[in-house]
């Protein structure tokens, strides 16, 4: 029976997991970085997915223990992982992070104990790359004498509509009995219920296909956009007169980034050329989604010079720098494409996001962030990119005037020159 659960990695998926699992059981939360577990003992999550005062309650009033000491992890009886799997540079599966967390957590594994995994992988990720480290250093025999389950993170980041507890899980584990026992763990704290898969292979693979079925769909609305461009179509009301037959999908054009829609197909590609076979779908998908910075910031371009602007002369507001509305994270945002194309150009770019780091866009990027105290007036630019559809945005109520160009990714303002 599961009395002491360790959630291993604390960001957007470990962290709300570790406070509800806290209402019901022994929690130890545990993050390699020092600064991560000192800010969440002060009630301060960066991520803003937890409040301070649930985050407070979690701490003194439940039974959570954050911590980036792996001494403190003795003595349990399941193992969450939640850490990132990213891509590298040459767009292939970077597992370091999860093979990293599976040796320490090996070293620490006892007989009888289970441990799941929740970060996005490829098809047979955890039997083949993770039960091997974790056999390796524990010196215990898999299905023998630890168990294993998989149940993906469906974690919306900035949505407090759809959140932990309310999307129905899928859970999996190594064999029939750990499968019952790991889907009973999760129906203590998933309201909207659980979906026992099959095996931990099929679990893995519906988790991977969920986001590539979305960047597909995104890029055929990013294609229609590229041609209705070209024909001077307004892109938005094609998809508003189409979307009123019954079964048409509601999918809208964009930006594409983030760690998981914009990484996730990688996954699956990979596995899929391991065993002889190119997905020509998937791959020309992300290839189209990752050119649309290049494609928004020449379409900026191209209405500036329609205004007989001198781009040397311009001055540029980007707003919105994370990699979607609401929410802090920058990882793997596509309005740096967007900005590092236009400064190709030669404009003169400043950038506001109520939501992003300063210092974090300062150290990753190299550029500089206006906030609230020092924006200037919307009328000194010549143009403006709303790239992220931000609700602070929403209340700004800009109106274009006679000398500027207002591109409005993302549809806030009805009256911009142009939305993909």
Same mark, same amino acid.
């Given at each position: 029976?599961?009395?002491?659960?360790?959630?291993?990695?604390?960001?957007?998926?470990?962290?709300?997991?570790?406070?509800?699992?806290?209402?019901?059981?022994?929690?130890?939360?545990?993050?390699?970085?020092?600064?991560?577990?000192?800010?969440?003992? /002060?009630?301060?999550?960066?991520?803003?997915?937890?409040?301070?005062?649930?985050?407070?309650?979690?701490?003194?009033?439940?039974?959570?223990?954050?911590?980036?000491?792996? /001494?403190?992890?003795?003595?349990?009886?399941?193992?969450?992982?939640?850490?990132?799997?990213?891509?590298?540079?040459?767009?292939?599966?970077?597992?370091?992070?999860?093979?990293?967390?599976?040796?320490?957590?090996?070293?620490?594994?006892?007989?009888?104990?289970?441990?799941?995994?929740?970060?996005?992988?490829?098809?047979?990720?955890?039997?083949?790359?993770?039960?091997?480290?974790?056999?390796?250093?524990?010196?215990?025999?898999?299905?023998?004498?630890?168990?294993?389950?998989?149940?993906?993170?469906?974690?919306?980041?900035?949505?407090?509509?759809?959140?932990?507890?309310?999307?129905?899980?899928?859970?999996?584990?190594?064999?029939?009995?750990?499968?019952?026992?790991?889907?009973?763990?999760?129906?203590?704290?998933?309201?909207?219920?659980?979906?026992?898969?099959?095996?931990?292979?099929?679990?893995?693979?519906?988790?991977?296909?969920?986001?590539?079925?979305?960047?597909?769909?995104?890029?055929?609305?990013?294609?229609?956009?590229?041609?209705?461009?070209?024909?001077?179509?307004?892109?938005?009301?094609?998809?508003?007169?189409?979307?009123?037959?019954?079964?048409?999908?509601?999918?809208?054009?964009?930006?594409?980034?983030?760690?998981?829609?914009?990484?996730?197909?990688?996954?699956?590609?990979?596995?899929?050329?391991?065993?002889?076979?190119?997905?020509?779908?998937?791959?020309?998908?992300?290839?189209?989604?990752?050119?649309?910075?290049?494609?928004?910031?020449?379409?900026?371009?191209?209405?500036?010079?329609?205004?007989?602007?001198?781009?040397?002369?311009?001055?540029?507001?980007?707003?919105?720098?994370?990699?979607?509305?609401?929410?802090?994270?920058?990882?793997?945002?596509?309005?740096?494409?967007?900005?590092?194309?236009?400064?190709?150009?030669?404009?003169?770019?400043?950038?506001?996001?109520?939501?992003?780091?300063?210092?974090?866009?300062?150290?990753?990027?190299?550029?500089?962030?206006?906030?609230?105290?020092?924006?200037?007036?919307?009328?000194?630019?010549?143009?403006?990119?709303?790239?992220?559809?931000?609700?602070?945005?929403?209340?700004?109520?800009?109106?274009?005037?006679?000398?500027?160009?207002?591109?409005?990714?993302?549809?806030?303002?009805?009256?911009?020159?142009?939305?993909?």
């Amino acid at each position: 029976m599961i009395k002491k659960l360790a959630i291993i990695g604390l960001g957007y998926v470990g962290l709300p997991l570790a406070v509800e699992f806290s209402k019901k059981f022994n929690v130890i939360g545990f993050d390699i970085s020092e600064t991560r577990a000192s800010q969440l003992n /002060s009630f301060y999550d960066k991520t803003n997915e937890i409040s301070q005062g649930l985050l407070k309650k979690a701490i003194k009033k439940n039974k959570l223990l954050i911590t980036n000491n792996n /001494s403190d992890l003795s003595d349990v009886d399941c193992f969450i992982i939640t850490v990132p799997t990213p891509i590298d540079k040459n767009k292939k599966p970077d597992l370091f992070p999860l093979l990293s967390a599976s040796k320490m957590v090996g070293k620490l594994l006892r007989k009888g104990n289970i441990v799941v995994y929740e970060s996005t992988v490829f098809p047979g990720a955890t039997e083949e790359e993770c039960v091997p480290i974790l056999e390796e250093f524990s010196n215990l025999k898999f299905n023998k004498d630890f168990y294993c389950g998989y149940s993906p993170e469906r974690i919306n980041p900035g949505d407090k509509t759809h959140n932990l507890t309310s999307i129905k899980k899928i859970t999996s584990g190594s064999n029939h009995k750990i499968s019952l026992e790991i889907d009973r763990l999760y129906k203590t704290i998933i309201k909207a219920g659980t979906y026992k898969a099959p095996s931990i292979r099929i679990a893995e693979a519906a988790k991977v296909i969920e986001n590539s079925q979305r960047d597909i769909n995104i890029a055929f609305m990013n294609e229609l956009a590229i041609i209705f461009s070209k024909l001077n179509i307004n892109t938005s009301e094609v998809l508003k007169a189409a979307s009123t037959k019954w079964n048409f999908l509601d999918f809208k054009p964009g930006l594409v980034g983030g760690h998981c829609i914009g990484v996730d197909p990688f996954y699956l590609t990979h596995k899929a050329q391991s065993v002889g076979y190119n997905p020509e779908i998937i791959l020309s998908g992300r290839k189209l989604n990752d050119g649309m910075g290049q494609f928004v910031a020449s379409e900026l371009v191209k209405l500036i010079i329609k205004k007989d602007f001198s781009l040397r002369s311009c001055r540029i507001l980007v707003m919105g720098v994370t990699f979607k509305e609401n929410c802090p994270d920058i990882r793997n945002s596509k309005v740096f494409d967007v900005i590092y194309e236009l400064k190709q150009f030669g404009l003169d770019i400043d950038i506001y996001d109520p939501h992003a780091d300063i210092d974090e866009i300062r150290s990753e990027h190299g550029l500089e962030l206006l906030d609230s105290s020092n924006l200037p007036p919307f009328e000194i630019y010549q143009g403006i990119l709303i790239a992220v559809a931000h609700k602070k945005f929403r209340n700004l109520k800009i109106r274009q005037s006679v000398n500027q160009v207002i591109y409005d990714i993302k549809g806030i303002y009805n009256d911009s020159d142009l939305s993909l």
